[in-house]
């Protein structure tokens, strides 16, 4: 049994799953690292906030993160392990826990090395296309959303959060005047609701976040909402080659996935990796 109102370090939800530590606070939940008592192992825990538990629409998106997760089995997604509601309403998700930072903890220290972002590439174009193929946008990719891992001799990024995504086919795939994610690593077409979304705005998030890896910051930096919107949609950020010492055809990747214009974006994450790997090569 828990209290709705005393959900913290100490509860046990469901007579399993002891929460030891907070590991990060979302929008629509708490995320907790916790013991499950039932088998001895470390699990994460995702408590919906209580203050969502009388919205159905909230309680819809948090259920449907639950199912997404269950549907997409990858080595770069955190697979699910349970969807569950306790005795007393609490809503919760568990999911595998992985050890180590994020990739915003990790870009606190500096950019990325090149060999760092062969690996980020290669990781979340093939989660993200994972998602894709069963018809799922993640629509909410950054740095906080990334797992960078503790391996000592090499990085093992996994995707994680998808209660901002989107299903092809079941949602209203324009904007409705309510943004679901982190504005500054939107595709405008979501912030605008000029065009209809798709898998590019995936391709865009993407090019956001290697731009934050590879120079240290994010490409739209403005702390007016207003500005912000109208800067992501005008395409108005500096080249990263202007920011960062990366070759040109690097820049080139990120610049194209980054397009304001969808329709000059790549069409695909896999796209975007078979470019990532030419212009590596090359």
Not at 98 to 119: F, I, K, Y
Not at 209 to 228: C, D, I, N, R, T
Not at 247 to 264: F, L, S, Y
Request: glycine share 12%; hydrophobic share 45%.
């Amino acid at each position: 049994m828990s209290d709705l109102g005393a959900i913290g370090i100490g509860t046990i939800l469901a007579g399993r799953y002891e929460l030891v530590g907070e590991v990060a606070l979302g929008s629509l939940g708490t995320v907790y690292e916790a013991v499950d008592r039932a088998v001895g192992g470390r699990v994460a825990v995702k408590v919906l906030h209580a203050r969502y538990l009388s919205n159905d629409s909230v309680r819809r998106r948090f259920r449907r993160e639950g199912a997404v997760l269950k549907a997409l089995d990858h080595p770069a997604i955190v697979p699910l392990l349970e969807l569950g509601v306790d005795d007393d309403g609490v809503v919760y998700l568990v999911t595998e826990y992985v050890a180590g930072p994020t990739l915003a903890q990790r870009l606190a220290a500096g950019p990325l090395t090149m060999e760092e972002v062969d690996a980020l590439v290669a990781a979340v174009c093939g989660g993200v296309g994972a998602a894709h193929a069963h018809g799922v946008l993640h629509a909410d990719l950054k740095p906080g959303n990334i797992l960078w891992g503790s391996g000592a001799s090499e990085a093992s990024p996994r995707v994680v959060d998808f209660s901002a995504s989107k299903i092809l086919g079941l949602d209203r795939l324009t904007a409705t005047g309510e943004i679901s994610g982190t504005p500054a690593y939107m595709a405008p077409e979501v912030l605008t609701g000029k065009a209809d979304v798709d898998e590019r705005i995936d391709v865009y998030g993407l090019g956001a976040l290697l731009y934050e890896a590879l120079s240290g910051k994010p490409p739209f930096q403005e702390a007016h909402v207003g500005k912000l919107l109208m800067k992501i949609d005008a395409g108005d950020c500096l080249p990263l080659d202007a920011v960062a010492e990366v070759p040109a055809k690097v820049a080139h990747v990120i610049a194209r996935a980054m397009h304001h214009e969808k329709g000059q974006r790549y069409a695909s994450v896999g796209e975007l990796e078979a470019a990532w790997r030419e212009a590596r090569e090359g």
